[in-house]
């Protein structure tokens, strides 16, 4: 796993890279969480969809909800980017578009989106 940082309007994001999936569980979670902060000094998370094991968009497995609970209570802020138009399920949806509404969780399409919302 690399991280790149990129810094706008005075805050720093860490753009996580990877050539294969590196969030699968809650310890995953917090361990991309904790490098960032380590190595960058930042709790802000921009991530590809595709580095995030699929069972996190299936709702009813409560890994979504566990991975963001924990990033809320050590502080830190993710902003996901990628397609997310094939996913059928409503509940899904409906999650993407109240976690957008607020300030630590965001689901985009682009990487430079996802930054933008990290340091608006």
């Not at 009813?60 to 138009?85: D, M, P, V």
């Not at 578009?97 to 340091?119: P, R, W």
């Amino acid at each position: 796993m690399r991280i790149k940082p990129i810094e706008r309007n005075n805050k720093v994001c860490a753009v996580v890279q990877n050539n294969k999936v590196v969030i699968t569980d809650v310890q995953s979670a917090l361990d991309v969480l904790m490098t960032a902060k380590y190595e960058i000094g930042t709790n802000n998370i921009v991530i590809d969809k595709a580095l995030i094991t699929e069972d996190f968009f299936v709702l009813s497995t409560g890994l979504a909800g566990e991975i963001l609970q924990k990033y809320i209570n050590y502080g830190g802020r993710i902003a996901i980017y990628g397609n997310y138009s094939h996913y059928t399920s409503k509940p899904l949806h409906d999650f993407i578009y109240e976690s957008n509404k607020g300030k630590d969780v965001f689901f985009v399409a682009t990487e430079n989106e996802a930054v933008n919302a990290l340091t608006r």
